[in-house]
């Protein structure tokens, strides 16, 4: 991959004198993105079903932003649902899929997830009487996939989990989960926000039921996108105003008018990730990328979870010893690096199990940073540990 030529492609990344670490929480976008959805704005505001041309845009960009998702997840460009983001989607398709649950039924979510992916089973069970159990972790912070298999049961409706943590870039074994839970009839349903951006995502492969992630942690747009399997969509009756289109059956789960210049802009963030060479040029990338940073570090830092590229995304939960996290994450965006400090990074469950008192570091890499901003940024971290 061209990291420079990449890099041109983005105004905020142009003159070098910021540098972005900070992706998980939100990266980056390329001119081409927001220039589509300035066009779709400008030639294509009108709602679909009118019998003139600014209609019939629309659904040009409704109809290419699906096909763009299905190529992005491997999937039918039926099966592919937009919404605002991931929680949002996640809370409207548990609810969907919950509707003929009976209480006492049981939803297991895993120790690695983001909150958004734990709140809308927890709110769930309050309202609708289900249990809902943390599969824990294993000392390494790897999901412990004997905890799951010794709490699944006949009860279990479904297995919750992200594909990779948020917090410490742990990446989980999406296959063997849903092997687990279709061993029982229960659904795997997974939050990949943060995978998404980084791996090559085939839900085929996975053979999960429900995926669901976020343009905008990969370069796009603020918007939320999700794949279900066909027949479990077919199967669902949607919250959905009557006379809407049910055609493709992931319209159904697309309550409201989309927004239609961001579908504009997922579109453009397809196509600038192919152009790059695709996700399978991204994790090539990255994985030499991240190996690099792991190398750079400093004596007397501290990386929670995996200690290589392997199993992991490049995003990394650090803290230097003898420096409060956040004072050095002041410190270091005041020496122009873009780093964030949280106690909880919102994985209130791994939090209960990360040994640090307070707060860390989270850095997280994506494929337009540079081993040159590495290499600075390791020298202001060895900086502030010998201070
Ligand atoms: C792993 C994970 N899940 C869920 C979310 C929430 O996503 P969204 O902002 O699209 O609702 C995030 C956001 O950072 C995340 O990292």
Redesign the pocket.
């Known amino acids: 991959m061209d990291v420079d030529a990449v890099r041109a492609r983005y105004a905020s990344l142009r003159d070098g004198g910021f540098v972005y670490f900070d992706a ?3 990266s980056q976008v390329p001119d081409e993105v927001g220039d589509a959805i300035a066009r779709a704005l400008r030639e294509a505001s009108a709602n679909i079903g009118a019998t003139y041309e600014s209609s019939h845009r629309v659904e040009g960009i409704l109809a290419q932003a699906r096909e763009d998702g299905a190529r992005f997840l491997n999937c039918s460009a039926d099966d592919v649902i937009f919404g ?7 809370f409207a398709l548990s609810r969907t899929a919950a509707r003929d649950w009976k209480e006492g039924d049981k939803i297991l979510v895993s120790r690695l ?5 734990v709140a809308p089973w927890v709110e769930l069970a309050a309202d609708r009487g289900f249990e809902v159990e943390w599969v824990d972790v294993t000392d390494d912070l790897r999901l412990d996939y004997d905890d799951l298999e010794r709490k699944l049961d006949e009860r279990v409706r479904v297995v919750a989990c ?6 410490i870039g742990t990446i989980v074994d999406v296959a063997r989960v849903s092997e687990l839970a279709h061993s029982v009839g229960a659904l795997c349903w997974v ?5 998404a951006a980084h791996v090559p995502t085939d839900v085929q492969t996975l053979d999960c039921d429900v995926f ?3 343009a ?2 990969f370069c796009g747009p ?1 918007l ?1 996108l999700a794949y279900g399997r066909h027949e479990l969509l077919e199967s669902w009756r949607p919250y959905k105003a009557r006379p809407a289109a049910s055609d493709p059956v992931g319209r159904s789960f697309e309550p409201g008018t989309a927004s239609y210049e961001l579908l504009a802009g997922f579109s453009a963030t397809i196509a600038y990730l192919e152009s790059i060479g695709g996700m399978e040029a991204v994790v090539a990338y990255e994985r030499t990328l991240g190996q690099h940073f792991l190398d750079a570090l400093p004596e007397g830092t501290a990386v929670y979870g995996e200690q290589t590229m392997d199993g992991r995304v490049p995003t990394f939960l650090i803290n230097l010893e003898g420096v409060d996290a956040v004072d050095a994450v002041r410190q270091l965006g005041e020496r122009g690096y873009g780093v964030w400090a949280h106690d909880n ?3 209130l469950g791994l939090r209960e199990k990360l040994p640090y008192p307070g707060s860390a570091i989270r850095v997280g890499l994506i494929h337009y940073n540079t081993v040159e901003e590495v290499d600075g940024f390791a020298r202001e971290l060895g900086a502030l540990a010998g201070q």
């Open positions: 998980p929480g939100g605002q983001n991931m929680t949002v989607l996640d997830d983001h909150d958004g992916g992200v594909a990779s943590s948020n917090a939050d990949a926000v943060q995978y669901i992630c976020s905008y942690k603020h939320g990074w919102y994985s």
